[in-house]
RNA sequence: GCCGAGGUGGUGAAAUUGGCAAACACGUACGGUUCAGAGCCGUAUACCUUACGGUUUGUGGGUUCAAAUCCCACCCUCGGCACCA
């Protein structure tokens, strides 16, 4: 016998695979449709690493399992390849990010061909592709068309390291995510898409999928929706402005009553606006200049000491008894969030409470705690309960308390019921290079206009340096050719936008295109879209599970109402989501280059061959945990293959291991649905090692185990497969079904308990009755031992399973 | 602080409608094969005990004939969010 080489076999299964076309899905089939979808990667430099694979080899085994099981099968592959690494990159090597793109696919493509993966690779897309991100432009002058893309200058995080406007998401701890520098802030010109007016859809829509819990929780927290009420504070200034006001939000209208002060956000308008009357102006201005020089994170997490200043000259009416109360301005409110200015309770809010003990400010108490242990003069009571000192909501309870001050007011024109989010509208340009060209034509006479959608894909210039500009524009602002084009309505003189898209764009709707990869008419044929969407099983990474899942929902809603996705899909992309756990490096530290513990996968794969890095991986550990890589382990599972490769020597007639192999096929079927490989791996091992005990293992038997394994190790089985003489390709065979009759024990070990403990154990019938195995089992000397001159008080009987005696 | 997940041998872990705790694998020890090693095969391997037996699923309590699993309180670890009014 030849030795198991999984260099020459793996190959050679890899090319037949590819000229047979097996995992091609077909856009008409009379098969029911199955669409599993992995993330597409972001072709580093560093190729691909076994946090990739994870996610891979798992939805690849499912679809090698469903394809088996009849399904028509769409399983494919692409590039998310904007991106910054990129271009800095090519800042660095004077080398066209586009060439760094190729070169990078390639290796990522041909490392995911070594493992077996059944891409079907005529579907490839690439998101730097202009054909591509022809659409994801279409896309953009859609969402400009329904008012939902609009230009707005605001405050910006801003890193002046990488000379890029940052998300706050990018902001960690105040640095720059990329390159760890501080990060600071900057007035920029930005488009900004508005997602938040998708806010309640995307929160109520989420009762329709099939998302873990925790996914659920972080996507809803990340949108923050919170009911409350705005109320008006009447400023009374004498003219210009006769009736000038504040308006604040609050949840908690019932403590308004205990309201004794108002704070402003620093970039609230109204103190550029009552500037003479402000008797401070400086101070105050010296204090709001200081808090916008802060990034946005760093003022938010900054120790929780409260800082601000009273703005004098002017004072606010409190509606609900007309006291006069100061107003303060202080950067722990913000102005994005309701409407940058809050009633401040402090007998009822912990950050109030603060911030009034330091400047000396009356707290009122207005709800009388439930809790007789609370000390009001420490902290604030910030639960609910009576209301006192409220006037005539006095003795009434929070809840409609909220509801009664709110009418009340609201009768009087002072408040309105309103709903705020913590979502914010997205953050859509980046002053870089290497992103999809936001086609946009500015005119002076017709405003910003789209590109004709004729004239798309507007295509990224040539330029020769990728270095954004000192002033923090796109290298695209010096190609001044490119830059000046005729608007599009008045065929007069107009300037493109330079900024690009943030890699959120191409991923936000590929997994459409997936359907149509090369349609030049439409971003997707509807037919193709109504054959394939919506996505069966999507697969990714635990840090995609808020952004990335929201933007795309938000996208594919959009895309839907628009009908550019026909409505018949449904309104959610994903059925079905689930997220691999991260695989640490040895010690239980995350891999990295610096700390030297990266495990590449390709190394894995030359050593041993891919089937044995398919099956470590998921045996290693629970799919969504996370799991520590294990050298040693990888050796185990070599062995478990070996084993299997020795069996062809003992082919023949042995029929022992009837049972066990239907219920075998009964644990892996059940275990690959439910992502729990590890556990069906292991079921295989046990057979493997019972047939390992066989002197002959009958060819029935050995196929069916075959086709167990398959899914897990491709290429052996199908050598296998082959040398055994069985026809076909062994990942085209019909999945097997177990006899259920089969499957049921005729004989048990009845376990034997004395007062809950394991005394003695018997084999009985599986179906013995209860009268008979206390027959059987109480003459037995172990059992007398315990027994003997006591009364036995009560039997309790579990039919195939124990009896227990209480003495 | 809030939300979520979790805590089981030397290690990764298995067992969840309550019913034999530690399947499978790694490691280790001993034995076999070998001139020798590697490899492979076999046996053992939660802990205490020579044994009989006893103890054990983060800690403490509860429910039950029976608890890793259910309930209560607490401790710890990991992940996310964090001045959102």
């Known amino acids: 016998m030849e030795k198991y080489n999984p260099k020459k076999i793996e190959k050679k299964w890899q090319k037949k695979w590819e000229e047979t076309g097996v995992f091609a899905s077909l856009d008409k089939s009379k098969k029911p449709k199955y669409y599993l979808l992995v993330e597409f990667p972001y072709p580093s430099g560093d190729g691909l690493h076994v946090g990739h694979c994870r996610s891979y080899v798992a939805l690849d085994i499912l679809a090698r399992k469903k394809r088996m099981q009849g399904f028509n099968v769409l399983f494919p592959m692409g590039w998310d390849a904007f991106g910054l690494p990129t271009e800095n990159y090519a800042i660095k090597t004077r080398t066209h990010p586009a060439i760094v793109t190729r070169k990078n696919t390639a290796n990522f493509k041909r490392q995911q061909k070594d493992l077996g993966l059944s891409f079907d690779w005529n579907r490839e897309i690439n998101t730097t592709d202009p054909s591509y991100y022809k659409w994801t432009q279409w896309i953009f002058i859609q969402l400009f068309k329904k008012g939902l893309a609009y230009k707005a200058k605001m405050s910006i995080n801003w890193c002046p390291s990488c000379k890029i406007g940052l998300a706050n998401e990018e902001v960690v701890d105040g640095k720059c995510e990329r390159c760890g520098k501080k990060a600071g802030r900057k007035e920029k010109e930005q488009w900004l898409l508005r997602i938040t007016k998708y806010a309640d859809r995307l929160i109520h829509d989420l009762d329709k999928v099939d998302y873990p819990e925790r996914v659920k929780v972080s996507q809803k927290e990340w949108i923050g929706r919170s009911q409350g009420t705005e109320i008006k504070f009447p400023v009374p200034v004498f003219t210009p402005f006769r009736d000038l006001s504040l308006t604040g939000f609050t949840t908690r209208a019932d403590t308004l009553f205990g309201c ?124 609910e309960g009576i209301l006192i000192n409220s006037g005539r909501f006095t003795g009434i309870k929070s809840e409609q308390a909220k509801e009664r001050i709110t009418e009340w007011l609201n009768a009087k024109g002072f408040a309105k019921k309103a709903v705020h989010y913590k979502l914010r509208d997205w953050i859509f340009s980046r002053q870089r290079y290497w992103g999809e060209p936001i086609p946009m034509i500015k005119c002076e006479k017709c405003g910003w206009q789209p590109v004709l959608e004729q004239d798309l894909p507007i295509k990224l210039p040539e330029v020769k340096n990728y270095k954004p500009t000192e002033k923090g524009q ?92 026909p409505r018949s899909i449904g309104s959610e992309p994903y059925k079905k989501r689930t997220s691999h756990g991260m695989i640490l490096g040895q010690g239980g530290i995350k891999m990295s280059k ?81 992502l729990k490989f590890n556990t069906a791996i292991s079921s295989l091992m046990i057979l493997a090692n019972k047939m390992e005990q066989q002197k002959e293992i009958s060819l029935i038997h050995y196929s069916l185990f075959l086709i167990l394994l398959s899914p897990f190790a491709p290429h052996i089985t199908e050598e296998l497969w082959e040398r055994a003489g069985f026809k076909g390709l062994c990942c085209e065979q019909k999945w097997p079904r177990y006899d259920s009759k089969l499957i049921k024990e005729k004989k048990i070990i009845l376990v034997v308990q004395i007062n809950g403990k394991v005394r003695d154990k018997i084999e009985v019938d599986a179906d013995i009755s209860e009268k008979e195995a206390e027959k059987a089992v109480l003459l037995r000397d172990r059992v007398l031992k315990y027994t003997e001159g006591k009364k036995i008080k009560k039997t309790i009987f579990i039919s195939g399973k124990l009896i227990n005696f209480v003495l």
């Open 594 to 674: 610096s700390k030297g513990n990266v495990i590449s996968p390709e190394k894995v794969v030359k050593e041993h061959g891919a089937d044995t890095m398919r099956v470590y991986e998921m045996f290693i550990g629970p799919f969504e945990q996370m799991i520590l890589w294990d050298t040693k382990g990888v050796k185990g599972v070599r062995r478990f293959l070996e084993k299997v490769w020795k069996f062809q020597e003992k082919l023949g007639d042995g029929k022992e291991l009837k049972q066990l192999v239907h219920k075998t096929i009964k644990k892996v079927t059940e275990d690959i649905e439910l």
């Open 474 to 565: 796109s290298p695209l602002a010096k190609v001044e050719k490119w830059v000046n084009a005729e608007c599009p309505k008045c065929k007069g003189p107009g300037q493109r936008e330079t900024d690009v898209m943030p890699n959120w764009a191409g991923s936000n709707w590929y997994y459409l295109r997936y359907c149509d990869p090369i349609n030049d008419k439409k971003l997707a044929d509807p037919k193709k879209l109504e054959h394939w969407m919506p996505v069966d099983w999507y697969n990714g990474g635990m840090e995609h599970t808020t952004l990335h899942l929201l933007y795309s929902r938000f996208i594919y809603k959009f895309l839907r109402d628009i009908k550019a996705v």
């Open 260 to 383: 004794t002060y108002l704070v402003l956000a620093p970039e609230h308008a109204l103190i550029e606006k009552l500037k003479r009357k402000i008797s401070n102006y400086k101070q105050v201005k010296d204090y709001v200049e200081k808090s916008k020089k802060k990034a946005e994170k760093e003022r938010i997490s900054e120790d929780k000491e409260k800082t601000g200043i009273e703005i004098k000259g002017i004072k606010a009416t409190n509606p609900v008894n007309n006291r006069k109360i100061p107003i303060f301005v202080a950067d722990y409110v913000l102005m994005h969030y309701g409407t940058g200015a809050i009633m401040a309770v402090p007998a009822h809010d912990q950050r109030d409470f603060d911030f009034a003990k330091r400047y000396n400010l009356p707290i009122i108490e207005v709800i009388k705690p439930k809790d007789s242990k609370y000390d009001p003069s420490k902290q604030a009571y910030e639960g």
